[in-house]
């Protein structure tokens, strides 16, 4: 791996694809940022007893994006994971 590939952010790159897509369908700049920043953040740290016996503490997300268009869908996922699903609605809807 090169030293620019290990410096690519995903969010970043998530972040300018809403720019692109946002920029291509001529929507107001206003709906491009709100389409960027989430509307909820759960985040969550649970202890799991491991098979050795020791405690680790993982982090748990749940991110409703943007519900303007319905009912958010459930799941875990990262912000990275939800802008994405939103800006692929975006090109869709």
């Given at each position: 791996m090169?030293?620019?590939?290990?410096?690519i952010?995903?969010?970043d790159?998530a972040?300018?694809q809403?720019?692109?897509?946002a920029e291509r369908?001529?929507?107001?700049?206003?709906?491009?940022e709100?389409i960027?920043?989430?509307?909820?953040?759960?985040?969550?740290?649970?202890p799991v007893?491991?098979?050795?016996?020791?405690?680790?503490?993982?982090?748990g997300?749940r991110?409703?994006?943007?519900?303007?268009r319905?009912?958010?869908?459930?799941?875990?996922?990262?912000?990275?994971?939800?802008?994405?699903?939103?800006?692929?609605?975006?090109?869709?809807?």
């Amino acid at each position: 791996m090169t030293e620019k590939e290990k410096k690519i952010n995903p969010l970043d790159v998530a972040m300018r694809q809403v720019d692109i897509a946002a920029e291509r369908l001529k929507l107001d700049p206003g709906i491009g940022e709100k389409i960027k920043k989430t509307k909820r953040e759960l985040i969550v740290h649970f202890p799991v007893k491991m098979d050795d016996g020791s405690v680790e503490i993982f982090t748990g997300y749940r991110v409703q994006h943007n519900v303007t268009r319905g009912p958010g869908k459930g799941g875990y996922v990262i912000i990275l994971m939800s802008i994405w699903m939103r800006s692929g609605h975006l090109r869709c809807g």
